[in-house]
């Protein structure tokens, strides 16, 4: 899962486009480009695909009825590039336009939701994890190396996940020293 940061695709090879994010920017070219038919269109399957997705349960993807959405999914793509070819996105907002390209390019990342049940079809428990922290903090910090990154996201997890928390506090600290012995510098 990610935030159309391109440096994740350096990572491995599949990454899941947040959906709640791409509602939100369809939302703005609808509200900003309400001339286009495009955005209403991709925003209602978005919702769509959303709802058949979070309503399986147990049941397995149907693969007849992802492949309708991807079609659906290319057809609006399509009617944008008319509708941005026929009416050029403006320098005020360009969003929308911005939206409608990275759609196209990371189709696979996007739809990744509809091939794999063990991706979330967006980053809603991450965010509200974090949000805790960042409402408290009072100054920015960036997580560069992984360990300081689990540092900081592994405790947010742990009531969710039922873990004793003075147990695997100690199992990150450890991991952390043991890194820095290793390598001469680590992440505390």
Excluded at 1 to 13: E, L, N, P, S
Excluded at 29 to 43: A, C, F, R, V, Y
Excluded at 110 to 115: A, N, R, T, Y
Aim: proline share 3%.
């Amino acid at each position: 899962m990610d935030f159309h940061d391109k440096t994740f695709y350096r990572y491995g090879t599949k990454h899941q486009e947040c959906t709640q994010h791409d509602c939100r920017y369809l939302i703005g070219s609808e509200q900003n480009e309400p001339q286009l038919e495009w955005n209403k269109e991709m925003h209602g399957l978005f919702q769509e695909m959303l709802h058949y997705r979070n309503g399986l349960g147990e049941k397995e993807l149907d693969p007849i009825i992802v492949e309708g959405f991807e079609k659906r999914y290319d057809e609006i793509l399509n009617k944008a590039e008319k509708e941005y070819q026929d009416e050029p996105p403006t320098e005020y907002y360009r969003e929308g336009y911005n939206l409608f390209l990275r759609l196209r390019e990371y189709k696979e990342n996007e739809l990744l939701f509809l091939h794999d049940k063990r991706v979330p079809a967006n980053n809603s428990l991450c965010e509200r994890l974090a949000r805790v922290y960042k409402r408290k903090q009072k100054q920015a910090i960036t997580l560069t190396e992984g360990v300081s990154r689990s540092l900081f996201c592994a405790p947010c997890s742990f009531s969710i996940q039922n873990v004793y928390l003075f147990t695997r506090t100690y199992v990150i600290l450890r991991t952390c020293f043991q890194s820095k012995n290793k390598t001469g510098k680590g992440c505390c």
